[in-house]
């Protein structure tokens, strides 16, 4: 048996498991800047959110959706420019409809749903008025 041949196969194979160490530790180096710019992100997000929540409280709240129906942003026009808390007639004359009992009826609900919804106050019993 020849010794030379069996130190070359071993030198092959000792380069060749060299290069792969060297590759996996520039697959380690690459991934450990990963991991440290996926940890950075994270602290930036975790540091963002709890700015956020401390804030809050503070915004002013968003102004809750009027229903679908056409005649709620015409309602919140004509109580905008009366001078004081209009009742369901009113705001039915001020609409256009006929007052109708089902049309003031009508009108009425629909005022009362912008008060539960925190739009539109109710001054008196049937008397409404926009927040202020």
């Not at 007639?89 to 089902?102: N, R, S, T």
């Amino acid at each position: 048996m020849n010794i030379q041949r069996l130190l070359d196969a071993l030198d092959l194979q000792a380069d060749a498991a060299r290069a792969l160490a060297d590759d996996l530790r520039a697959q380690i180096d690459g991934l450990q800047t990963r991991l440290r710019e996926a940890e950075t992100h994270l602290e930036h997000l975790a540091i963002t959110r709890k700015t956020v929540t401390g804030l809050a409280d503070r915004l002013p709240a968003s102004p809750p959706e009027l229903p679908e129906h056409p005649d709620y942003p015409r309602i919140l026009a004509v109580l905008n420019h009366a001078t004081g808390p209009l009742r369901a007639k009113d705001v039915c004359e001020a609409l256009g409809h006929e007052l109708l009992p089902k049309n003031v009826e009508g009108t009425r609900a629909k005022l009362k749903r912008l008060v539960k919804l925190g739009i539109l106050t109710e001054a008196d019993t049937g008397s409404f008025a926009r927040k202020q």
